[in-house]
């Protein structure tokens, strides 16, 4: 026990980084918090594109192969995304670099959320959809919280989370951006702008 507490007073530093590493690896807000801190640099983010110049090559999305339902288990219009700037963000309760950009979510949803040209689409793939909600009304997020009502086009998820996808008002992909990510920069409010400002 003596040779313990030796070892302990000289290697301090290292058994309290040892103790903060396993905590980081089995709680997953530890991990989201330390995955915030990285993507609060913004080294993580990727950037709106400009549009594509000729209708060949741009990606643009079929919203009538997108079939989400709301909290209350109604099918979301779709066609209300037309011509509007979309942003989607696919998600789940139990995945750390989520839960790590969903802050930024939040304050990228309550800066737009009453402009009548843009829609936020933050679906939740968790299998029991109770711990996606749980999770909301844990952390105070009050994202519109959607689930698939039929398969999600490829074209927007490849099966990685988290995926965030950018529309334009003509519906061409603008961004698509998968992992964590800040999405309450001043620059990335700039180019929400830019896009908003963007005829359809």
Known sequence: MENLKIWLRKNASTAV???LF????VNKDAK??????????GILNSSISEPQKKQNNA????YTGLMLKNEEGKIV??????NKVVFINFWASWCPPCRAEFPSVQKLYDQYKNNPDMVFLTVNLDDNVSLGKSYLKEKGFTVPFLTPAGNIPDILYSGSLPTTVVLDK???????????ADYSKDSFYKQ?????????
């Open 17 to 19: 980084l040892t103790v």
């Open 22 to 25: 396993i905590i980081v690896l």
């Open 32 to 41: 989201a918090w330390l995955m915030r801190q990285v993507a609060s640099t």
């Open 59 to 62: 990606a643009k999305v079929s």
């Open 77 to 82: 219009d779709t066609s209300a995304l037309q």
């Open 170 to 180: 003509k519906g061409e992909i603008r961004m698509q951006h998968t992992g964590v």
């Open 192 to 200: 929400i702008d830019e896009l908003l400002n963007e005829k359809p």
